[in-house]
């Protein structure tokens, strides 16, 4: 079990420094001239010449590259193309409203997909999973931002329950907090319980079909026993990795649920250093939401092989 652990740590490593290849060119192709782009259209040739060389843009790529992983790897990300301001610094209270807004969103999706998944499971094509098989289909199927957009039309404009953007967030008062963060949160809470909902009760199913589940059945034991002492036990390992996975994508697949409310976190500052072109934070940024969906992906591993099904005896 440790080698199997450590070579899948291994391929997130590997993972990791291939994702930092990819950032790094994507950035590259990009069109424009940053230094065209800070000096704007009236700059002098001679100007930009001293610009590119002073953000070493007359450098080949590879030199450059290695340099930019240098210092991601020991935590200088340099400074701001726009602003000047240290990356890092930049970066960190962002990092942390997006985490804040996927601790809430995980806080309650988690519990409740797994507690919908798990009735669903204990009643197969029966109504009440007829229907929550539907509507899951229904929502996976929608895009976040069109799901964004649809709560601020009834939620913001036609109830006036929640802002339709979070303007500035209040951590001194929670309930205040948690009223603007309440679209944001039902955004993805639709997309979160509805993958994991259905990937609970496949989970599940997967291990009540099990002969032993079968032989508790002709035993008398009744069905919610058989599934809260045999079936959940045995269905952790790719709940488990459901939820992981799950959760990686609340921290780093959030940008357009931030975009679309204006929400002050990773995703968003992404999306506008993007539009200025600030090389800089969009490698930072990009590089931290894939590293933390690497650690998660390596968590779901990691939970996969530890709670891999094992059977049970049946009492």
């Known amino acids: 079990m440790l080698n199997l652990i450590t070579r899948r740590l291994f391929f997130a490593l590997l993972a990791l420094f291939a994702t930092s290849v990819i950032v790094f060119a994507a950035t590259e192709v990009l069109p424009g001239d940053v230094a065209q782009a800070i000096l ?29 992983l240098g210092g991601f790897v020991t935590g200088d990300l340099g400074h701001s193309l726009a602003s000047k301001a240290d990356v890092l610094q930049t970066i960190k209270p962002r990092l942390a409203n997006t985490l804040a807004l996927a601790a809430y969103a995980a806080i309650v999706a988690v519990p409740l997909s797994v507690l919908l998944g798990i009735i669903c499971a204990a009643y197969p094509n029966r109504l009440i999973d007829r229907i929550f098989s539907v509507v899951s289909v229904f929502i996976v199927s929608i895009p976040e931002f069109v799901v964004g957009l649809l709560l601020v039309s009834v ?84 709940i488990a990795s459901v939820v992981a996975l799950n959760l990686g994508y609340l921290v780093s697949g959030v940008a357009l649920v931030e975009v679309v409310f204006a929400y002050p976190g990773l995703g968003r500052l992404m999306v506008d250093s993007i539009s200025y072109r600030d090389l800089p934070l969009i490698q930072a940024t990009a590089m931290i939401m894939c590293l933390m969906f690497i650690i998660f992906n390596l968590i779901a591993d990691i939970l996969a092989v530890l709670f891999k099904p094992r059977g049970a005896s049946v009492r």
């Not at 259209?41 to 002073?54: D, G, H, I, V, Y």
């Not at 069905?223 to 952790?236: E, M, Q, S």
Request: charged letters at 15%; a positive charge; glycine letters at 4%.
């Open 40 to 68: 704007g259209q009236e700059a002098t040739p001679e100007l930009l010449k001293s610009l590119r060389q002073e953000l070493g843009l007359n450098r080949s790529p590879v030199e450059r590259y290695f340099s930019w």
């Open 155 to 238: 939620f913001a404009v036609q109830l006036r329950w929640f802002p339709a953007v979070v303007v500035r967030l209040n951590w001194s008062e929670p309930l205040s907090l948690l009223v603007q963060l309440m679209l944001p949160m039902l955004t993805l809470l639709c997309t979160i319980v509805a993958h994991t909902v259905r990937m609970t009760r496949a989970a599940l199913l997967d291990v009540l079909s099990m002969p032993y589940i079968e032989m508790a059945l002709l035993k008398g034991m009744s069905r919610w026993r058989i599934i809260l002492r045999h079936g959940l036990p045995n269905a952790i390992g790719p």
